[in-house]
């Protein structure tokens, strides 16, 4: 690891100039690119202070050697210069984006005398005109097919083209007007050259001229009692439209632009990105990409705009590009975008209209872009089993943890505290063995008291089964018995055994308490009934959310109960730390690998599991206000009265005077709100449901 003050440039050395930087590793690879308007203040900020520093920054200024720069005249020339470098060295700590697939393009070989219309993929060619990418290429095969009766364009190889020649026969297209024979000389070069004009300028977006061209030639030679011809245009039109039905209008004014969006999370972000023409979204693709290096939204977009932009020219980049958020500089962006279109290009996040319901639609399909991609690694077995071996290997596990429970503490500023527990068998999620808990062993915000609590609510649980069944002597501590939980839980599946929830506190599952008896694994323990014991099976590895402390406090209740054959490990979510009890040092896992991801997953879907549920606590008890106790209140008024003040709070602390401003309250009603509220208890925060965010009386918000 390389101390980065013994490659730190001498103060005045660095010029206070627009330019390029690169670091260097001590084997002079280069593994970080960038770009600043003031290479001094930008390169000053990576010689701080390490641990001020993010730790995926730390890290590459300890892997580097060396770092050197570039000066250019401009910031759009920096822009060019960064992009052209990043694709030339292909630095390890830079965000690139990588295609989850080869998409296919709908091509148009304007290069050739004869132009072919084609499905291509891979790099783009210079004279061939591109249309998409689409998602299949079955998908572009069904469009060519509708479009060749209009415009029969030749879409043979070179090899079919030139034995039609030698032999002076065309094709079967040729032969059922689906192609117009260039190779038999049907008709001329030129021709043809505009046939293939005409089938781009289609597909382009104009359409509306075209269609109605057909439509007076239609009506022109049903005048002249041309039947027959007016019969073929009718079919030609109705080709037409339904090549264009295959992409449905999003947008009315007929607009060309391009809209990205980006889902992300701590270690990966997945881009879409949406091609409209003409109003009607004529492609798609997506990228997904390891979050290597410390950056933002707004940096996740600039370098998106840099791949999709990077080698195109004139109209491949569209008059407007929509983004979720603007690069840090936007005037360079955009001045960089105009120069590779040849005209004015507008980037902007659009604020209202159709256009921002597109975008939030761009945005769903990211996401679910992002959940797919962490599916399919997390579906394959040889990797889940790569994954376990690597924990138990990184934590000194004699075994590989086949069931793993994870356990997370959810609150809001100390209030509707509860916990949750997940449980991994083989690497997959089992969700009929999640559980919920309500902390009521205290009041307050305290995580690792919580922590404590839980685990040994569980494994209380866990010995209580065991000694029914003979296989635990010692008779555990009793802990007293709490109401159960409260909240919305998954409705059974018909056929399915639930029952009430059993034990000390808040034991529930997500959905049914046991799945039908015939599905559980074999020689599972059953209660009599049928119904699995909730707490019967022990997992080889639990993991908290949290650290050192989080730990310490799961060890001391396991070596409380007296169970010493389950490891313990915490998932720090800062730096995403493994510890072990005891350890000063936590363990590291590296980036790449499997056993890392699987923590991840795990460590996140207990947080999810626990704060939904604290979130559906916290929503039922802000449904109750203490405004329903005041008599001859409606439900009208009491909404006047929170659309006046803006929350129960700011209701609290206003006068008498002050409540009979609101139009429809008399000073006796007035009088019995003011006395209802300062009887009732100090009310919740006021929550947007919307966003779940925590208003503030200073109009600020905090979030869980």
Not at 291 to 320: C, F, I, M, N, S
Not at 336 to 341: A, F, G, H, Q, V
Not at 345 to 373: C, E, F, T, W, Y
Not at 657 to 669: F, H, S
Request: net charge neutral; hydrophobic share 35%.
């Amino acid at each position: 690891m390389a101390d980065p003050s013994s490659y730190r440039p001498k103060p005045g050395q660095i010029p206070d100039s627009p330019g390029v930087y690169k670091f260097r590793d001590d084997h002079r690879r280069v593994i970080y690119v960038g770009k600043a308007k003031s290479l001094r203040q930008r390169l000053a900020n990576y010689f701080q202070d390490l641990t001020s520093l993010h730790p995926r920054t730390r890290s590459m200024v300890t892997t580097a050697a060396s770092v050197e720069w570039t000066v250019v005249s401009t910031e759009v020339e920096a822009l060019q210069l960064e992009y052209s470098w990043i694709k030339e060295f292909d630095p390890r700590f830079n965000v690139k984006y990588r295609d989850d697939k080869s998409y296919p393009y709908l091509a148009v070989t304007m290069n050739e005398e004869f132009p072919r219309v084609q499905v291509m993929r891979g790099a783009k060619r210079k004279g061939v005109r591109y249309f998409g990418p689409y998602g299949q290429a079955w998908a572009i095969r069904e469009t060519v097919d509708l479009m060749l009766r209009v415009f029969p364009v030749r879409t043979c190889s070179a090899g079919v083209f030139k034995n039609a020649e030698r032999t002076g026969r065309p094709c079967l297209l040729g032969y059922i007007g689906k192609c117009s024979a260039p190779c038999v000389g049907r008709v001329t070069p030129e021709e043809h050259r505009e046939l293939a004009e005409e089938f781009c300028d289609f597909m382009a977006g104009r359409t509306g001229t075209y269609i109605r061209r057909l439509e007076q030639r239609m009506t022109d030679a049903a005048e002249e009692m041309e039947y027959e011809r007016a019969g073929r245009l009718r079919d030609d039109i109705g080709a037409l439209r339904r090549a264009m039905e295959k992409n449905a209008v999003v947008l009315a004014d007929a607009t060309d632009a391009d809209l990205i969006a980006v889902a992300e999370d701590e270690l990966e972000a997945a881009v879409q990105i949406f091609h409209v023409r003409g109003g009607r979204v004529r492609g798609q693709r997506g990228w997904v990409t390891d979050k290597v290096e410390a950056v933002e939204t707004a940096g996740l977009v600039e370098h998106a705009l840099q791949q999709l932009y990077g080698e195109e020219r004139g109209d491949a980049v569209p008059k407007e590009v929509l983004v979720p958020a603007l690069p840090e500089d936007t005037d360079a962006v955009t001045q960089w975008l105009s120069d590779r279109r040849g005209s004015q290009v507008s980037l902007r996040i659009p604020q209202r209209g159709d256009k921002k319901d597109l975008m939030a639609m761009v945005g769903r399909n990211a996401q679910q872009a992002l959940v797919l991609h962490k599916t399919k690694r997390a579906s394959d077995l040889t990797t889940r089993s790569r994954a376990l071996e690597e924990i138990a290997g990184a934590l000194g596990l004699d075994s590989a943890p086949l069931r793993i429970e994870c356990f997370d503490i959810s609150h809001l500023q100390g209030d509707d505290v509860v916990a949750s527990m997940v449980v991994f068998e083989d690497g997959l999620a089992r969700k009929s063995e999640y559980r919920r808990f309500q902390i009521k062993g205290f009041e307050g915000q305290d995580d690792v008291r919580s922590m404590h609590e839980v685990i040994s609510r569980r494994f209380r649980r866990y010995l209580q089964e065991k000694e029914k069944t003979g296989e635990w002597s010692e008779q555990p501590e009793q802990e007293p018995t709490a109401e159960p939980t409260t909240g919305p839980a998954a409705e059974p599946a018909a056929g399915l055994i639930t029952g009430p929830a059993v034990g000390p506190a808040a034991e529930t599952p997500t959905g049914p308490a046991a799945g039908l008896s015939d599905e559980l694994p074999a020689g599972s323990p059953v209660e009599d009934d049928g119904r699995p014991k909730r707490f019967a099976y022990p997992p080889q590895l639990v993991v908290v959310d949290g650290g050192q402390p989080q730990v310490a406090a799961a060890k001391r209740a396991l070596d409380e109960l007296g169970i010493d054959d389950v490891a313990v490990c915490g998932l720090a979510k800062r730096l995403e730390e493994v510890w072990l009890p005891e350890d000063d040092d936590p363990v590291v896992l590296p980036r790449s690998s499997e056993g890392l991801y699987l923590l991840q997953r795990v460590r996140d879907e207990a947080h999810r599991f626990a704060i939904t549920y604290q979130r559906a606590k916290r929503a039922k008890r802000i449904r109750t206000s203490p405004l329903d106790d005041v008599p001859g209140l409606g439900e009208s008024r009491k909404q006047a009265l929170i659309k006046h003040f803006g929350s129960v709070k700011r209701l609290r602390q206003a006068t008498i005077e002050q409540i009979c401003e609101v139009p429809g309250l008399g000073r006796k009603t007035a009088e019995s709100v003011a006395v209802a509220l300062a009887k009732a208890a100090p009310a919740a925060p006021a929550v947007n449901t919307a966003t779940g965010e925590i208003m503030e009386d200073n109009g600020g918000s905090t979030h869980d």
